[in-house]
């Protein structure tokens, strides 16, 4: 069996949930220019009268396939106009992930703007371990195609409107 092939294979894997597979490290995206540090530690985004709500969860793996506990998870993304809060920490915020990997984050859909599908921009750290700043993606989103970031590695899964899915890979020295 080629190499190729038995990466195919692990593929086909059932996997818990609608996680993502492991093994493969999660491809790094642009941090863009509208990264603010210092965000605030809250796992929700809410504000308490969206339209549009958005739970995005999943699990934080090493290449081996190990939960990597604590792992920090920073989001942040564009405003139901597709505006960023350069000024304020809104639809920005950090997390640790649990003792398992997992994390959870509360938020909104976030709306696409010029030249850009929607999307939500991560920065993901095992402890002591390297940033991986990339970018998440909605399945069928009618912007995908046109974006030129757009990576379908980096889709979510969703099983439904308002509920994604994404495990983020890192490499851990
Ligand atoms: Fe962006």
Request: one cysteine or more.
């Amino acid at each position: 069996m080629r190499r190729r092939d038995i990466l195919a294979a692990g593929l086909l894997l059932p996997l818990e949930g609608l996680a993502q597979t492991c093994g493969i490290v999660t491809p790094r995206q642009t941090e863009g220019p509208f990264f603010t540090p210092n965000s605030p530690k809250r796992i929700s985004l809410l504000e308490g009268n969206e339209k549009s709500k958005l739970i995005v969860t999943g699990t934080v793996l090493t290449a081996q396939c190990k939960p990597v506990a604590n792992a920090l998870l920073d989001f942040w993304h564009s405003d139901e106009q597709g505006a960023y809060d350069n000024r304020g920490f809104r639809y920005r915020g950090h997390q640790f992930a649990d003792a398992q990997g997992r994390y959870r984050l509360e938020t909104i859909v976030p709306a696409e703007y010029p030249g850009r599908a929607r999307h939500i921009h991560v920065k993901v750290q095992a402890p002591r371990g390297r940033v991986l700043t990339t970018q998440i993606h909605f399945p069928g989103d009618p912007g995908n195609p046109r974006d030129g970031l757009y990576q379908p590695e980096l889709e979510m899964k969703q099983a439904k409107a308002g509920e994604g899915a994404f495990d983020f890979v890192v490499s851990v020295q």
